[in-house]
């Protein structure tokens, strides 16, 4: 066949689409519009898809399973940009949901096992300590005596220790209790926590180097993409809170940060990540959080990098193209 006679790539709005997307989301909005635009330039078409409407049905769902939009074949592949709150039960049924498009071979990006193990702040740590990550140390109980034994020991000792409710988010409900108060700090009421006692060494950021700060490093495919400092006007430096965003070139990021924000991303097992760390006296590094649906509005706005298309291009590359011998 003369090269001349070989069939030309057909026009991009002819193309057929490459193939069908879920975003789990409940409230699509910015992000949503992103990353449908991003599979578009992909060729691949989504649709938006609540959690909450899908279901298990074993007679009449495609291998068990209901989702709207989907009625005559599952997606190709699920991107999980939001679960919405609810009961555990729901909340375990939208998780089943994921779970069972993974046993029956659909790429879900993160994976609802990723998604339970960032969502739950005491398997994060377990896990970060596990892969020898740095994390400050902690403690997660549900007797309130050991709590209290544990936060005397620490305040004694002159240490700030941290309360956060075990699936909190945005620094919602986080306490510290600070060494040498007068009178002696005391244990919250755990029924302000649903009975869990998660405590954590208070790290101190607030000295030197501008004030209170933390660091977010958004994490694709394995590797640090873009960074920002968050800048709070008190300890709790997320942007819910009042933090304010400042951008970090990746070139000139310290190395060390990059590489933690990477090797905890795959301690929890996740194809992205937000990672939170902190820097303490002595410049000593921390990582307290993986976020494993982290939004990246406030990145976009400091960095050059589509971070949509980088997300959308890693789910395809490692999970839906074929390997080359497949293929022939
Ligand atoms: N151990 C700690 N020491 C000092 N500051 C902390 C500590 N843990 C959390 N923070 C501050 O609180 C914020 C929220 O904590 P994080 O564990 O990330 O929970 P959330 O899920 O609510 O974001 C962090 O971004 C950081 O600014
Ligand atoms: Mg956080």
């Given at each position: 066949?003369?090269?001349?006679?070989?069939?030309?790539?057909?026009?991009?709005?002819?193309?057929?689409?490459?193939?069908?997307?879920?975003?789990?989301?409940?409230?699509?909005?910015?992000?949503?519009?992103?990353?449908?635009?991003?599979?578009?330039a992909?060729?691949?078409?989504?649709?938006?898809?609540?959690?909450?409407?899908?279901?298990?049905?074993?007679?009449?769902?495609?291998?068990?399973?209901?989702?709207?939009?989907?009625?005559?074949?599952?997606?190709?592949?699920?991107?999980v940009?939001?679960?919405?709150?609810?009961?555990?039960?729901?909340?375990?049924?939208?998780?089943?949901?994921?779970?069972?498009?993974?046993?029956?071979?659909?790429?879900?990006?993160?994976?609802a096992?990723?998604?339970?193990?960032?969502?739950?702040?005491?398997?994060?740590?377990?896990?970060?300590?596990?892969a020898?990550?740095?994390?400050?140390?902690t403690?997660?109980?549900?007797?309130?005596?050991?709590?209290?034994?544990?936060?005397?020991?620490e305040?004694?000792?002159?240490?700030?220790?941290?309360?956060?409710?075990?699936?909190?988010?945005?620094?919602?409900?986080?306490?510290?209790?600070?060494a040498?108060?007068?009178?002696?700090?005391?244990?919250?009421?755990?029924?302000?926590?649903?009975?869990?006692?998660?405590?954590?060494?208070?790290?101190?950021?607030?000295?030197?180097?501008?004030?209170?700060?933390?660091?977010?490093?958004?994490?694709?495919?394995?590797?640090?993409?873009?960074?920002?400092?968050?800048?709070?006007?008190?300890?709790?430096?997320?942007?819910?809170?009042?933090?304010?965003?400042?951008?970090?070139?990746?070139?000139?990021?310290?190395?060390?940060?990059?590489?933690?924000?990477?090797?905890?991303?795959?301690?929890?097992?996740?194809?992205?990540?937000?990672?939170?760390?902190?820097?303490?006296?002595?410049?000593?590094?921390?990582?307290?959080?993986?976020?494993?649906?982290?939004?990246?509005?406030?990145?976009?706005?400091?960095?050059?990098?589509?971070?949509?298309?980088?997300?959308?291009?890693?789910?395809?590359?490692?999970?839906?193209?074929?390997?080359?011998?497949?293929?022939?």
């Amino acid at each position: 066949m003369s090269l001349t006679s070989l069939p030309r790539p057909m026009p991009r709005t002819m193309r057929p689409a490459a193939g069908r997307i879920a975003i789990a989301t409940d409230d699509p909005g910015w992000h949503g519009a992103q990353l449908r635009r991003a599979f578009k330039a992909r060729a691949y078409s989504s649709v938006y898809v609540k959690l909450e409407d899908c279901r298990i049905d074993l007679q009449h769902g495609i291998q068990g399973i209901v989702m709207p939009g989907f009625d005559a074949r599952l997606p190709d592949a699920v991107f999980v940009r939001g679960i919405a709150a609810g009961t555990l039960e729901q909340v375990v049924l939208r998780l089943d949901i994921l779970h069972a498009l993974r046993e029956i071979g659909i790429p879900v990006y993160n994976s609802a096992r990723a998604v339970e193990r960032s969502v739950d702040k005491a398997m994060t740590s377990f896990l970060l300590k596990n892969a020898g990550i740095p994390t400050p140390p902690t403690w997660v109980t549900e007797s309130a005596a050991q709590a209290r034994s544990i936060l005397l020991r620490e305040t004694v000792a002159g240490r700030d220790v941290v309360i956060k409710p075990l699936f909190g988010s945005q620094g919602a409900g986080l306490q510290r209790l600070q060494a040498g108060a007068k009178p002696p700090v005391k244990l919250p009421e755990l029924a302000e926590y649903n009975q869990v006692c998660y405590l954590q060494s208070f790290v101190e950021t607030g000295r030197g180097q501008g004030g209170w700060h933390d660091y977010r490093i958004f994490v694709i495919g394995g590797v640090a993409v873009a960074a920002l400092i968050r800048r709070g006007s008190n300890w709790i430096n997320n942007v819910a809170q009042g933090g304010r965003c400042e951008t970090v070139a990746m070139d000139a990021m310290d190395g060390h940060m990059k590489r933690l924000a990477q090797d905890a991303t795959r301690a929890v097992g996740m194809d992205y990540a937000g990672v939170d760390i902190l820097r303490g006296a002595d410049n000593q590094l921390f990582v307290i959080e993986v976020n494993s649906m982290p939004a990246w509005q406030g990145l976009q706005r400091v960095t050059e990098k589509n971070i949509a298309q980088a997300l959308v291009d890693d789910l395809i590359a490692r999970h839906l193209s074929q390997p080359l011998e497949a293929v022939c």
